[in-house]
């Protein structure tokens, strides 16, 4: 694609006014809004049309294997510096309306910045895109910082992709972290964790809420989040949940004062816009 033809150094710019960022943990990649800072710009390796972005610390941008969330379809997206260069660090730029571009994987699925409440806020992964009201997350605007000379002796090519054939199996190079792949929701920590002070008048219920595990368990030692809602009825925060988290099927429960059990809530929601704690529980739990 055009964008990147004679691109040398990029950013990438989210629907989210956010920059595709390295994080300075070497591994992770977030969104950022300073796009001034060396860890917006990424280098372009270009090979008939299929890219390789390589970070400011001179690691490739790669759709890992390891799942975001547990239950969740989004996979991590990393900064990795494989032995063997494959498809998980090839991206194919796929125009979309105007300017914006799609970068898909080998595998059909695209680089995604998600929004929303943490720990969705600010990470980047890479998914199918099913809900309408998300569509846009994998829209990026492309802003050229530097390009290739031509005949320049300092410009070399990239080392060949390897081709692969492709597999009705979506199976790239399944982990390079260093960390633990098994986490649950209630582990994941916010760069950015914002707290509300209680809604007055009509502006609504403040509803706190811890998300489960995929074994429908709640860890009390992570801390709620919150946000104000305004209806009554538990489908229309059921509703609210799904859009806020990018998940889908999910069950807003509250739980026994007498034996800790989970249970879900039904129809209305308490009178008097009273505060409420609940617990979000994904149908995969």
Same mark, same amino acid.
């Given at each position: +694609? =055009? /964008? ?23 591994? #992770?990649?977030? /969104? ?12 372009? =390796? *270009? ?18 294997? /390891?799942?975001?969330?547990?239950? +969740? ?15 998980? @660090? ?53 802003? @050229?910082?530097?390009? @290739?000379?031509? *005949? ?7 080392? &060949? ?11 790239? !190079?399944? #982990?390079?972290?260093?960390?633990? !792949? ?15 002070? &209680?809604?007055?008048? *009509? ?11 995929? *074994? ?6 992570? =801390?709620?989040? #919150? ?13 609210? +949940? ?33 505060? +409420? ?5 994904? /149908?995969?739990?």
């Amino acid at each position: +694609m =055009e /964008q990147f033809l004679n691109a040398k150094i990029v950013r990438l710019k989210s629907s989210h006014d956010k920059y595709l960022t390295a994080d300075e943990d070497e591994e #992770s990649v977030v /969104q950022g809004r300073d796009g001034s800072s060396r860890a917006s710009k990424w280098a372009v =390796e *270009n090979s008939d049309g299929i890219i390789r972005l390589k970070s400011c610390y001179g690691k490739y941008l790669t759709a890992s294997n /390891q799942p975001f969330l547990l239950g +969740m379809t989004g996979r991590k997206v990393l900064q990795t510096n494989p032995a063997r260069l494959d498809s998980s @660090v090839e991206w194919d730029p796929v125009r979309d309306k105007g300017a914006a571009i799609k970068l898909k994987t080998r595998y059909g699925h695209f680089l995604r910045a998600n929004g929303g409440l943490p720990p969705w806020r600010n990470s980047v992964t890479h998914d199918i895109p099913h809900r309408t009201a998300t569509k846009d997350w994998i829209l990026w605007e492309v802003d @050229v910082v530097d390009i @290739v000379v031509a *005949n320049s002796p300092a410009a070399k090519p990239p080392p &060949p992709l390897v081709v692969e054939e492709k597999d009705s199996s979506y199976s790239p !190079a399944a #982990s390079y972290s260093s960390r633990p !792949a098994s986490f649950s929701f209630s582990r994941q920590q916010s760069r950015d964790t914002e707290h509300s002070s &209680p809604p007055k008048g *009509n502006d609504g219920r403040l509803i706190y809420f811890h998300i489960a595990d995929e *074994n429908g368990r709640v860890d009390e030692g992570f =801390e709620e989040l #919150s946000i104000t809602f305004k209806g009554t009825g538990v489908d229309e925060l059921t509703q609210r +949940m799904e859009e806020e988290l990018g998940i889908e099927r999910i069950s807003i429960c509250a739980k026994s004062p007498l034996n800790g059990d989970l249970f879900p809530l039904r129809l209305q929601l308490p009178p008097n816009n009273a505060t +409420m704690h609940v617990i979000v529980v994904p /149908q995969s739990s």
